[in-house]
Nanobody, 122 residues
Framework: QVQLVESGGGLVQAGGSLRLSCAAS????????MGWFRQAPGKEREFVAA???????YYGDSVKGRFTISRDHAKNTVYLQMNSLKPEDTADYYC????????????????WGQGTQVTVSS
């Protein structure tokens, strides 16, 4: 079992930045692919970014070049640095952990946090 707790959401103006954190507890953090997803009202859950166990990262097209995923193994925490935020980035953001090596689909993730809300004003 892995427990995930997100933090860092809030209200920011367009062009601004936020850093989301996801603290993991339970089983070994380093053995999981860690991902970030988001869901806007009335829309499906969307893949944002993933940090794979081999050290590589992968991003959704809509956030490439603006968002950066990273993890601190000592703190069992994964981060999502979000820069150049746009109103269309407004959503609930979820951290997730997967036992699959290269998961980018929500269906491939086994554990989920409760979400943190990000609102970008124009």
């Amino acid at each position: 079992q892995v427990q995930l707790v997100e933090s860092g959401g809030g209200l920011v103006q367009a062009g601004g930045s936020l850093r989301l954190s996801c603290a993991a507890s339970g089983r070994t953090f380093s053995g999981y692919t860690m991902g970030w997803f988001r869901q806007a009202p009335g829309k499906e859950r969307e893949f944002v970014a993933a940090s794979w166990t081999d050290g590589r990262t992968y991003y959704g097209d809509s956030v490439k070049g603006r968002f950066t995923i990273s993890r601190d193994h000592a703190k069992n925490t994964v981060y999502l640095q979000m820069n150049s935020l746009k109103p269309e980035d407004t959503a609930d953001y979820y951290c997730a952990a997967s036992l699959l090596s290269y998961a980018i689909s929500a269906a491939g993730y086994n554990y989920w946090g409760q979400g943190t809300q990000v609102t970008v004003s124009s």
